[in-house]
């Protein structure tokens, strides 16, 4: 299963089903306040508090995971624990979990966004001019507004573009509206802080400039948007396509300033994750400061109820996370590194076997995250003839890939419930063909991007 699936939880005893989870929202809770502080203060002691909460937390995740994220997980920090201990270094460890110690507050931090959000009247505005649109328009619009809304809210944005759709309309017109949403989604993983697919591939490759490698992945994102465009709604002219980009006016102001506050503290020299980390509380409570007490109980409540929930996303992160470490610290590949030619290795296929390979593991079920952690610090380390921007943008854009087509992922069981539609029947062949257009025109895209970036550096 596909880590961006619906946790399948394992049975637990009565007693312990209703506990856990509340315990694991307040140990979570805890982490995040302790990494928010620690990010400002750098204060020690509130880093081995972080560290500390963190293996707590993984504990009870364990408890609550699926026994594949289970398994997963013990064969990943086997081989990590392996590696650490036969380099005679089992402080790797340590370190690893220190790296991935910022997840456990960009995770809520993005929670908190997606209840604040959903909570503002923006949403409502939002789905009434979407209502007012209909065939093939109101699918071009479910596709804009994904990409648009989905590159804060991520899956939270199905919930806001039902637009009676599911409800009133055709099976056709739900399953074009669903593919449209998947899409949308999929196409802004390529270019949005607000993924976990960014925030762990430029962590790997520290690199790699945020703003830099959003901007190539907005080209990216563009692509995907123009080719399903091209291919699902071939009838709608330039006027009708304004039209149904116009309820995205309502968002323009509010994305703005969050993009704009986590490319600042990104500028001031805060990594990506740890921007969007800070960026968001700040943002949301200077929003619900003027909502009142009921809407803020209201947010606080849908926050706190879904931290219990991040058991499967935390131990994949964790576990990647401690495994690049290792990696990157084996005396081979630290020597490869260094002592590889340039000029005999050919970056592009890299870049093509990287996207090919990470895409190839989402559709058996596998997390790109896993790939990812064992690739970037490989690649990341030395002279292989790929620029570090086009090196993370490959990498979410395999994400994204992935995500447009694989049955295992959250935006397919998402939209196919929120559209009431089976799974299986957004999975047909002119999506493949979109998928397989996509892969070839990002791949060269990529490549280009590559070359352009290492002539100019």
Same mark, same amino acid.
């Given at each position: 299963?596909?880590?961006?699936?619906?946790?399948?939880?394992?049975?637990?005893?009565?007693?312990?089903?209703?506990?856990?989870?509340?315990?694991?929202?307040?140990?979570?809770?805890?982490?995040?306040?302790?990494?928010?502080?620690?990010?400002?203060?750098?204060?020690?002691?509130?880093?081995?508090?972080?560290?500390?909460?963190?293996?707590?937390?993984?504990?009870?995740?364990?408890?609550?995971?699926?026994?594949?994220m289970r398994l997963l997980f013990a064969v990943v920090w086997a081989l990590a624990c392996a590696l650490a201990l036969g380099m005679g270094r089992p402080a790797l460890l340590w370190r690893g979990l220190e790296q991935a110690m910022v997840f456990g507050a960009f995770l809520p931090s993005l929670l908190l966004l997606r209840a604040t959000a959903q909570s503002s009247p923006l949403a409502s505005r939002f789905r009434e001019r979407c209502a007012r649109l209909d065939g093939?328009?109101?699918?071009?619009? @479910?596709? !804009?507004?994904?990409? =648009? &809304? %989905?590159?804060?809210?991520?899956?939270?944005? /199905?919930?806001?573009? #039902?637009? $009676?759709?599911?409800?009133?309309?055709?099976?056709?017109?739900?399953?074009?509206?669903?593919?449209?949403?998947?899409?949308?989604?999929?196409?802004?993983?390529?270019?949005?802080?607000?993924?976990?697919?960014?925030?762990?591939?430029?962590?790997?490759?520290?690199?790699?400039?945020?703003?830099? @490698?959003? !901007?190539?992945?907005? =080209? &990216? %994102?563009?692509?995907?948007?123009?080719?399903? /465009?091209?291919?699902? #709604?071939? $009838?709608?002219?330039?006027?009708?396509?304004?039209?149904?980009?116009q309820p995205l006016s309502l968002l323009a102001v509010p994305m703005a300033l969050t993009f704009g506050a986590v490319l600042t503290l990104n500028a001031w020299g805060f990594g990506g994750l740890q921007a969007v980390a800070l960026a968001l509380p700040v943002l949301c409570a200077t929003y619900l400061a003027g909502r009142g007490g009921a809407t803020v109980a209201l947010v606080t409540r849908t926050t706190l109820s879904h931290f219990g929930r991040l058991s499967d996303?935390?131990?994949?992160?964790?576990?990647?996370?401690?495994?690049?470490?290792?990696?990157?610290?084996?005396?081979?590949?630290?020597?490869?590194?260094?002592?590889?030619?340039?000029?005999?290795?050919?970056?592009?296929?890299?870049?093509?076997?990287?996207?090919?390979?990470?895409?190839?593991?989402?559709?058996?079920?596998?997390?790109?995250?896993?790939?990812?952690?064992?690739?970037?610090?490989?690649?990341?380390?030395?002279?292989?003839?790929?620029?570090?921007?086009?090196?993370?943008?490959?990498?979410?854009?395999?994400?994204?890939?992935?995500?447009?087509?694989?049955?295992?992922?959250?935006?397919?069981?998402?939209?196919?419930?929120?559209?009431?539609?089976?799974?299986?029947?957004?999975?047909?062949?002119?999506?493949?063909?979109?998928?397989?257009?996509?892969?070839?025109?990002?791949?060269?895209?990529?490549?280009?991007?590559?070359?352009?970036?290492?002539?100019?550096?």
């Amino acid at each position: 299963m596909h880590p961006d699936a619906p946790p399948a939880q394992a049975p637990l005893p009565p007693a312990s089903r209703s506990r856990l989870p509340t315990t694991a929202s307040a140990c979570l809770c805890a982490l995040w306040l302790a990494q928010l502080s620690y990010l400002v203060t750098h204060w020690p002691a509130l880093g081995w508090c972080s560290v500390a909460l963190l293996a707590l937390f993984l504990v009870m995740a364990l408890l609550q995971a699926s026994r594949h994220m289970r398994l997963l997980f013990a064969v990943v920090w086997a081989l990590a624990c392996a590696l650490a201990l036969g380099m005679g270094r089992p402080a790797l460890l340590w370190r690893g979990l220190e790296q991935a110690m910022v997840f456990g507050a960009f995770l809520p931090s993005l929670l908190l966004l997606r209840a604040t959000a959903q909570s503002s009247p923006l949403a409502s505005r939002f789905r009434e001019r979407c209502a007012r649109l209909d065939g093939p328009q109101a699918v071009q619009a @479910v596709l !804009l507004g994904a990409h =648009g &809304l %989905g590159s804060v809210l991520s899956v939270g944005v /199905m919930g806001v573009l #039902t637009i $009676g759709l599911a409800r009133d309309a055709s099976e056709r017109q739900r399953i074009d509206s669903a593919g449209a949403a998947i899409r949308g989604m999929a196409t802004s993983v390529m270019w949005s802080p607000f993924f976990v697919a960014m925030g762990f591939s430029s962590q790997l490759v520290p690199a790699a400039p945020l703003a830099q @490698v959003m !901007l190539a992945g907005l =080209g &990216l %994102g563009l692509i995907g948007l123009a080719l399903s /465009m091209r291919l699902f #709604t071939p $009838g709608i002219g330039w006027h009708a396509s304004w039209q149904a980009a116009q309820p995205l006016s309502l968002l323009a102001v509010p994305m703005a300033l969050t993009f704009g506050a986590v490319l600042t503290l990104n500028a001031w020299g805060f990594g990506g994750l740890q921007a969007v980390a800070l960026a968001l509380p700040v943002l949301c409570a200077t929003y619900l400061a003027g909502r009142g007490g009921a809407t803020v109980a209201l947010v606080t409540r849908t926050t706190l109820s879904h931290f219990g929930r991040l058991s499967d996303e935390m131990l994949v992160v964790v576990g990647a996370s401690v495994l690049g470490v290792c990696i990157a610290a084996l005396p081979s590949v630290q020597a490869a590194a260094q002592g590889v030619d340039a000029a005999a290795v050919h970056g592009s296929w890299l870049l093509v076997v990287l996207v090919a390979g990470l895409y190839t593991l989402g559709q058996i079920g596998v997390h790109p995250m896993i790939g990812a952690g064992l690739v970037l610090p490989v690649l990341g380390s030395g002279a292989f003839g790929i620029h570090p921007v086009a090196l993370v943008s490959a990498t979410v854009f395999a994400w994204g890939l992935s995500a447009s087509s694989s049955i295992w992922t959250l935006p397919f069981a998402t939209a196919a419930t929120t559209f009431d539609v089976p799974v299986t029947k957004l999975w047909h062949g002119q999506a493949l063909r979109y998928t397989l257009l996509l892969g070839l025109a990002g791949l060269a895209y990529l490549l280009g991007l590559n070359a352009w970036l290492l002539r100019a550096g």
